[in-house]
Each structure stands twice: as C-alpha cells, then as structure tokens.
C-alpha cells in the first residue's frame, strides 16, 4: 500500500524567514497531494494542494512543488510569521479506483515560527 | 452553513461504558471517513463508507464499528470502552479530492 514519509518531524524558524517541508510517497499511481494545517486544538484545514498534471502552484505566501520521477513533494511557505505556527501533514491518494478516494498521511511536522 | 459536525466534543467515561460519537455533514458528500489522532500526532484511519450501507474498516485495528443509514449522518460507536481508546475521533467527508474534517471528540476513558 500507499507509504507517504514526512521530514522534518519539528522546525524552528525566526519570523520572516522560509520553511520548507518535504514529503515522498509510494504509490507511482497516487495522483492528487494536499497539505494540511492543524493548529492546537483545531481540526486540519487543507491550505494547498496539487494534482500530478501540475509541478507547482502557489498561494500567496505558499507554495508546493510536485517531482513525480522522484515521488516527492514540498512545502514552501515564505515570510514566516508566527500564526504559522502548526503541525503540518501532508497527504497522497492511494491511486485509483476506490482507492483513490482514500488518502495517506504523513507523520507531521510541527512548525514554530520565533517573533 | 454547510460543514461537518461531531458531537460529543468532550467525552469522559468509566471502562466498560458503550458510546457512540455521532458526526454529520450537511454538504450531501458521499465519502466519509472516521481517523484516530492523538493530539498532534499521526491521522490513522478507522473506518470509511463510499455510501449509504457502505462501510469498510481502514487500516488501524479498531474495536468500533460504524453505520451509514443516511447520506449525512455517520456514527461510530465503541462497545466496550477501555482507557487504550483514549484518542481524539475524527470524522471528515470527501467531494472528488478535497477532504474536510469535522472539529473532532476528544475521548478519555478512565
């Protein structure tokens, strides 16, 4: 099945710079990625996501990159500010058919940005 | 307003107790989904239906179980509650790709 790995586990930045965060997956047939935002004590909200016909997209201060040959994908998320700060996970369909209606998580990364 | 709803959101009770935690969506999706979080932590799927009378177990062993009589309503319900179910639950629904999540029950069991 799907295997979607996550790194780092936790980040540290100073506000305003940059973080990136890297995923890798799998299944060479999973075809959309999201990305969530869970602050404490909330629900995960998607911020982004990205199909396979699309190596990048951007929303303002985010963006995520897809390297289907690699199986990986980022997030990007420039000027830091500190309601940024989160645990982040991302996601990959498990292929196709019923399948794909499915999604793997990855293990997290909680981002704490310093003022 | 269209969303997802869980109820209870706060949940304390004695070992051996039988509980359901409900979750409705307003949103007429047809995917839903029940995850196991602890706070912060990995998401594990426990349960999922494609539709009504449509339920398949995911891929954490649970001891739950769940129902889907209708297009909205979705509920999870443990038999015999042990303090190794102490998590949060949460239920999220799915339209093609976007997934949403309801704002969880955080379960304790004493």
């Known amino acids: 099945g799907e295997n979607v790995e996550q790194h780092p586990s936790t980040l540290s930045v100073q506000e305003g710079d940059s973080a990136v965060i890297k995923c890798t997956y799998s299944?060479?047939?999973?075809?959309?990625f999201p990305w969530y935002k869970q602050e404490l004590g909330k629900r995960p909200q998607l911020i982004i996501d990205?199909?396979?016909?699309?190596g990048e997209k951007k929303d303002q201060r985010i963006a995520v990159t897809l390297n289907k040959t690699a199986k990986h994908f980022s997030l990007h998320i420039t000027e830091t500010q500190p309601e940024d700060s989160a645990v982040y996970f991302c996601?990959?369909?498990?292929?196709?058919?019923?399948?794909?209606?499915?999604?793997?998580f990855g293990g997290g990364t909680r981002l704490m940005v310093k003022p | 307003e269209a969303d997802i709803y869980q109820t209870p959101r706060y949940l304390v009770i004695g070992t051996g107790k039988k509980i359901t935690l409900e979750c409705s969506q307003t949103m007429g999706h047809d995917k839903m989904y029940w995850y196991q979080q602890d706070p912060g932590m990995e998401l594990h799927l426990i349960h999922y239906?494609?539709?009504?009378?449509?339920?398949e177990k995911g891929d954490l062993s649970s001891e739950s179980t769940v129902s889907r009589i209708r297009t909205e309503h979705f509920p999870l319900t443990l038999e015999s509650a042990r303090p190794s179910h102490t998590s949060q639950y949460l239920c999220?629904?799915?339209?093609?790709?976007?997934?949403?999540f309801g704002p969880g029950t955080r379960l304790t069991v004493l």
């Open positions: 299944d060479s047939a999973s075809n959309y």
């Open positions: 999220a629904s799915r339209i093609y790709n976007e997934q949403f």
């Open positions: 996601a990959a369909s498990r292929g196709q058919g019923n399948a794909g209606n499915m999604l793997t």
């Open positions: 990205i199909r396979s016909n699309v």
């Open positions: 239906s494609y539709g009504v009378n449509s339920t």
